[in-house]
């Protein structure tokens, strides 16, 4: 039966998982939703979608079909005996027109107008949940993305530059939030700004909790790591089963389909990155219990690693490389912000800390030497294993039904040289018992049977 200790543990560790699972959400959405640049980014990259920039062209080219009579246009520029012919150069146009804007949309210069036009709608969004301003007002509620100076653009590609005056400046208008969605979304701003911070703050203070009344702490460490591990596997399974009802409720028609996919996959890319460093952060939580564990290869690591952690200098030395490689290579959003790298390095020293003191206790006298000696010990446990392996095939080969593993007999002094570096392997954890008791065997040799009366 559990002790109550051991069932607090669990129970810690559970709570902070879910709490785990609830901030990687809460930090998504954080930064999706409710930074600007984030969100022009997020713009700019859904605009390098094939799909979505079908649609875009195709909204664009509706727009400006339903605010300029192009077939008027063309009326007025063709001669009098070629007029008929308007009505068949206008839908021969738009055809046209679509290929010719998907080209348009590609252009550095379209693009700029593209995120200049997410960017001030996102920044009057946000002034509208927080109450407006001077300048915007919460009367009307409704925000939109205006894309009329894209239209103009594009009446100037397809060779009506002229009537780009003539579109109202209502024209080519998304609605991001109408008014009746006003109250409800600043309810959810304000929750959303309220719980991160606390929820994220929490989790880290259920871990610790869960560790520090832990009798066997190495044991509720990895119990963290796993946590860890859980919340972000969660959050990678939550993004893909909303996804696919998100998809399936917005695509009306099988043609929209691939650009609301293509804006899902791009809208919660930050929530992918977020789920995949909290299961990194669980594997390297992992690893650190392993290694400060009692397997023979975390014990022959630390053995290996002893005269390292032996020297401040190269143990912190070490530590110090990692930090700077980690922010060069910025792999995560946290390892990318002062305050994330400065959190990892606090973590990562006392860490590397905890492992000296180990170490120390269990190997005092470690030198670089006696690492020589254990490198060569292996190398020659491993060249005999290899060669006891070739002796094994030469004999199944030859019809030999000899015992390979059983070499003749070395001389005393080299067999004595062998039978002291067996037992450094065993002492140092490379070798059990077991495989010490055999390879002392294979060295000595069988026992030599007296018959009696000799």
């Known amino acids: 039966m559990r002790s109550p200790r051991r069932w607090s543990v669990v129970v810690l560790v559970v709570l902070a998982t879910v709490l785990a699972f609830v901030s990687v959400l809460a930090l998504w959405a954080n930064r999706q939703f409710l930074n600007t640049d984030n969100w022009t980014k997020t713009s700019s990259q859904l605009l390098q979608r094939d799909a979505v920039r079908q649609q875009i062209s195709g909204f664009l080219v509706d727009q400006l079909y339903a605010n300029v009579d192009v077939k ?6 063709l001669p009098p005996q070629a007029k008929p012919l308007a009505g068949p150069a206008a839908g021969g146009l ?21 995120e200049a036009a997410n960017r001030l ?9 927080e109450g407006g301003n001077d300048r915007v007002s919460t009367q009307g509620g409704t925000v939109t993305l205006n894309l009329g100076q894209m239209l103009g653009d594009v009446a100037t590609t397809i060779g009506l530059g002229n009537v780009a005056a003539q579109i109202p400046p209502d024209a080519a208008q998304i609605t991001v939030l109408h008014s009746d969605q006003l109250d409800a979304v600043q309810s959810g701003l304000t929750a959303l700004r309220g719980i991160t911070l606390v929820v994220l703050i929490l989790t880290f203070v259920l871990f610790a909790a869960a560790v520090f009344v832990a009798e066997r702490k190495r044991a509720a460490l990895r119990m963290v790591g796993f946590g860890f591990i859980v919340a972000g596997a969660a959050a990678l399974l939550t993004r893909y089963l909303v996804g696919q ?4 409720s917005l695509a009306s028609t099988a043609s929209v389909r691939p ?19 909290t299961i990194a952060y669980g594997v390297v939580i992992v690893l650190a219990a392993w290694l400060a564990g009692a397997t023979r290869v975390a014990v022959a690591a630390r053995r290996g690693m002893a005269p390292f952690l032996a020297d401040p200098r190269w143990a912190f030395g070490g530590a110090a490389l ?19 790298m400065l959190l990892f390095a606090i973590l990562l020293f ?16 470690a030198t670089f030497g006696d690492l020589g000696h254990a490198m060569s010990d292996r190398f020659a446990a491993l060249r005999g294993r290899v060669s006891a392996g070739g002796r094994a095939v030469t004999s199944r080969v030859s019809g030999r039904h000899s015992d390979p593993a059983s070499p003749a007999a070395a001389p005393n002094g080299s067999r004595l040289d062998q039978l002291e570096r067996l037992g450094r392997l065993r002492e140092s954890g490379v070798l059990d018992d077991a495989e010490f008791e055999r390879e002392k065997a294979a060295v000595v040799g069988p026992p030599v049977v007296t018959p009696p009366g000799a």
């Open 350 to 365: 006392a860490g590397v800390e905890v492992l000296r003191r180990q170490v120390r206790r269990e190997y005092p006298e």
């Open 121 to 129: 709608a996102h920044q009057r969004l946000l002034t509208t949940l």
């Open 322 to 340: 990692i930090v700077l490689l980690i922010i060069a290579w910025g792999p995560t959003p946290a390892t990318r912000k002062p305050i994330g």
């Open 245 to 248: 009802e998100v998809v399936n």
């Open 94 to 114: 738009r055809n046209l027109a679509d290929q010719g804007v998907n080209e348009l949309l590609q252009r550095p210069k379209v693009q700029q107008l593209w």
């Open 72 to 77: 008027g246009q063309l009326e007025q520029a």
């Open 259 to 277: 650009a609301i996919a293509d804006v899902w996959d791009v809208s919660s890319s930050l929530l992918t990155q977020a789920a995949q460093s």
